[in-house]
């Protein structure tokens, strides 16, 4: 059972002892069934009945302790389980590479790993007490055999008939529960773009109606393919309820008039049957739970996979671990987005490019040329499918690509303002102070307890607010995409006459890509994208005609 083997792979807690104790309660639960019945046997005859008693409160004892120490340590070994795997799926996220991220979307990473996390929780009580009343009903089933081999064979005839038949009946739903798995996960994206869009929607009464009708319908596929699931898990559920009611007649009716049973022993058959009937059905009761979660670890266990093939296997590296910038230069460098058979979707590149230290580098260029992929493919959260990077004489490979990624700090278009400055040791107040002032943010937001006061602000506030944190990492360089595209005309002056030379006199780097062609003036370079290609640029401000380095690249 994939959900045992994946607690047994997963959890510290001693799957075994689990087992024993589990195993222990069902021994102890035979055993008063046994003495139930043999008492019951002995008060006929009027006999003395105090060791029974005796054994039976040792026997309850046993069974007691045996059911709440399995129960109480399978909790504790599935929550163990779940936690080990959220731990280290978080892990391999942060660890793989860009495209991946980009390519299965973070929607639906999300709703797969907190579906999948919520399904394993939910299944926890009711697999548990299954895994139980299972090994309870084995030693039922061993105490039948002991009272009667022949209804022990036939019992078991009729276990393994219907072990098969929930097999094969199980087959079939699950194909239909992964559809559903895959279809909430479709229902999540759609729901996304409701929050997401909700300001669009709310304006136009047609897209609302529009997403509104998309979301009936996808919900509607998911409603009729659950009640089919339903009807075959009803099926199942009432065939495993009845089953110990059809086998009571055959093994107290039928049987006895073929095969000589005394009436003693068919009563003790019979308090047998009764006693499995409770358990058989806590056991049927979690059938469904088990197809669920077997999906749900199926599911994790892929997306499992596919990071870890996402996740670059660097080679030991014995160089230095931390570059010293003064120049970068990229050789022939060159990266193509593959599609689903991977053909290529847009290539950039070749880049023949120098980058100085200290250099205010712009790069300009229509949109969807390949300016944000240039960024990418510069700081390294893309590999280049062709050519090399090396910084100053050393070479940028695999083994090293993280502490190349270490010079950098950057303001993306779609920037995350995460809640707290994260990374920074030792991050002085005042230092904080300093840049919330040179962003005119002093009276809207404060620093406090590691991150700002407030990030409830405006689109242009929360970029300024990003470019603080980016520049209090205090790396070499700072990339910034379109970072005055939400600046109002003064800020944007301000941030191009005198941020950037101030961030360029203290040393750094800085590396725009703007649109603003008023300011081009202050850069010391200006690189053309075109089609994924650094072209020609003529420099025309105060009359300067300058053709940058990177038009000898053959462009
Ligand atoms: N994750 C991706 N998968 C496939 N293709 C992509 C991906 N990201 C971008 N592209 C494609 O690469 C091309 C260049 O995109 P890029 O974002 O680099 O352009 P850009 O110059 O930054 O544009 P803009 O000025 O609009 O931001 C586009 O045609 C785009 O469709």
């Not at 909790?75 to 163990?80: G, K, L, S, T």
């Not at 009571?248 to 499995?276: G, Q, R």
């Amino acid at each position: 059972m994939r959900l045992l083997t994946f607690i047994a792979k997963e959890s510290r807690e001693s799957y075994h002892r689990i087992i024993l104790m589990a195993t222990v309660s069902g021994l102890a639960n035979g055993l008063l069934l046994a003495i139930v019945n043999h008492a019951a046997a002995k008060v006929a005859k009027g006999e003395d009945l105090t060791q029974f008693f005796l054994l039976y409160m040792i026997a309850f004892v046993l069974f007691l302790y045996g059911q709440w120490f399995s129960f109480a340590q399978a909790v504790v070994a599935i929550e163990d389980a779940i936690y080990n795997i959220r731990i280290r799926l978080t892990n391999k996220i942060r660890r793989v590479e860009l495209p991946f991220i980009e390519s299965i979307g973070s929607h639906s990473l999300y709703s797969r790993l907190t579906q999948n996390n919520a399904i394993m929780s939910q299944a926890i009580p009711q697999i548990t007490s299954a895994v139980q009343v299972g090994i309870l009903l084995v030693f039922s089933l061993l105490y039948l055999g002991y009272i009667s081999p022949v209804s022990f064979v036939i019992s078991i005839l009729a276990v393994t008939g219907s072990i098969a038949l929930f097999l094969s009946e199980s087959r079939a739903i699950k194909d239909e529960l992964q559809v559903v798995a895959s279809k909430e996960a479709g229902y999540f994206a759609l729901i996304t773009h409701l929050i997401e869009g909700f300001k669009e929607i709310r304006l136009s009464q047609a897209k609302n109606d529009a997403i509104l009708q998309h979301i009936t319908n996808a919900s509607q596929d998911t409603k009729n393919i659950r009640i089919e699931v339903g009807r075959q898990e009803v099926k199942m559920w009432g065939f495993g309820r009845i089953f110990i009611y059809a086998l009571m007649p055959v093994l107290i009716f039928i049987i006895p008039s073929f095969h000589y049973e005394n009436a003693a022993d068919i009563f003790k058959i019979s308090a047998t049957l009764l006693f499995m009937a409770g358990p058989i059905n806590i056991l049927v009761n979690a059938l469904p739970m088990f197809n669920r979660a077997n999906i749900a670890i199926n599911d994790l266990t892929f997306l499992e996979e596919e990071m870890d093939a996402a996740i670059p296997h660097e080679p030991a590296d014995t160089r230095p671990v931390s570059f010293n910038f003064h120049k970068i230069t990229l050789e022939g460098l060159c990266f193509t987005y593959p599609g689903k058979s991977n053909e290529a979707l847009f290539s950039a590149g070749p880049f023949q490019e120098t980058v100085h230290e200290g250099e205010l580098l712009f790069i300009i260029g229509g949109n969807g040329s390949g300016k944000s992929t240039f960024l990418k493919l510069l700081t390294g959260l893309y590999y280049p499918t062709q050519g090399t990077i090396q910084v100053g004489t050393d070479r940028v490979d695999p083994a090293n690509y993280q502490a190349y990624r270490e010079l950098f700090t950057t303001v993306f278009t779609d920037f995350h303002l995460f809640d707290k400055i994260y990374g920074i040791k030792n991050l002085a107040k005042a230092d904080v102070d300093y840049w919330l002032e040179k962003m005119h943010m002093q009276h809207k937001v404060k620093y406090q307890d590691g991150g700002f006061t407030s990030t409830s602000l405006s689109t242009g506030q929360r970029k300024r607010l990003a470019l603080i944190a980016a520049i209090l990492e205090e790396k070499p360089i700072l990339i910034l995409d379109e970072f005055a595209a939400d600046q109002d005309p003064g800020f944007r002056k301000y941030f191009y006459e005198t941020l950037l030379i101030e961030l360029k006199t203290m040393g750094m780097t800085v590396i725009a890509v703007t649109h603003d062609d008023h300011y081009f003036h202050v850069a010391d370079r200006v690189l053309k994208m075109d089609e994924g290609r650094m072209a020609a640029y003529e420099r025309d401000d105060a009359g300067l005609k300058n053709k940058h380095e990177g038009s000898d690249n053959g462009n």
